[in-house]
């Protein structure tokens, strides 16, 4: 019996079984893991930008423009399409097999598919919110006013509703993903490298019989995990998912 095949008949007796996810989940959407900034940036400021800092919370207060120019480059993709994984997954939870998404994916591409109990731990580029009154924004409004958008009701800065660095995540969604975990039967681990804390320790919570780690690279997990698969998650969740019984 294949790891897929095994996967499929866990699945099959699965009832509260939930999917913890990274990045590695989205580039199958042709969504890029978070990569350099270019050197446009240094000429800009005369000075070198880690991408972690320009995806901080200091770096919106103090350089805006810059960094509303390198949010809209290299963290949003509108023309991405949930994958086979994605509409798995979705199709899991409709079975009432999987009962939570737990993604550290800012994309949004879950709800997209059809999933519907999803906890997003580092936000959602589809919504933003001016930091002084709170007004709420799409994500169209971000990517048309150019360069600094500005709420229209009191002039602040229209954020995106994503966790940048220096920032905490959501307690609310960090408990409610703890709950999932804990209270999963099974836990899908895809495509993360569970080096990104707090997230990654949320892992820890997990008591259920069953943990299937679908990762490319090697984890933290992979020595406790009951079945290790090195495919891709939108191919290996698919090929799962029809092995299925209607």
Known sequence: MTDIEK????????????????AGMSTESGIP???SA????????????RPEEMASHS?????????????????????????AGHIALAELE?????????????????????????????????RSYCVNCGEKYDINFVMENVPIPHCEKCGGIVKPDVVLYEESLDSKILQNS?????????L???????????????VD???????ILINKSETRADKIAEIVIRENIGETLKKAVELLKN
Request: proline letters at 2%.
């Open 59 to 83: 770096f919106f207060l103090n350089y805006p423009e810059e960094f509303f120019d390198f949010y809209r480059k290299r963290f949003v993709y509108l023309n991405a399409k949930p994958n």
């Open 38 to 49: 270019t050197g446009i940036y240094n000429q800009k400021l005369n000075k070198k930008f």
């Open 205 to 211: 919570y997990f008591n259920g019989e069953h943990l």
């Open 33 to 35: 893991d978070f990569r």
């Open 178 to 186: 703890m709950k999932a975990i804990a209270e999963a039967d099974t």
């Open 188 to 202: 899908i681990i895809g495509g993360t490298s569970l080096i990104v804390y707090p997230a990654a320790g949320l």
């Open 94 to 126: 409709r079975r009432n097999i999987l009962s939570a998404v737990v993604t550290q994916n800012i994309d949004g591409l879950h709800q997209i598919a059809g999933s519907k109990t999803v906890y997003e731990l580092h936000g959602s580029i589809r």
């Open 7 to 22: 996967l499929g008949r866990i699945l099959e007796k699965s009832h509260r079984a939930v999917f913890f996810g990274g």
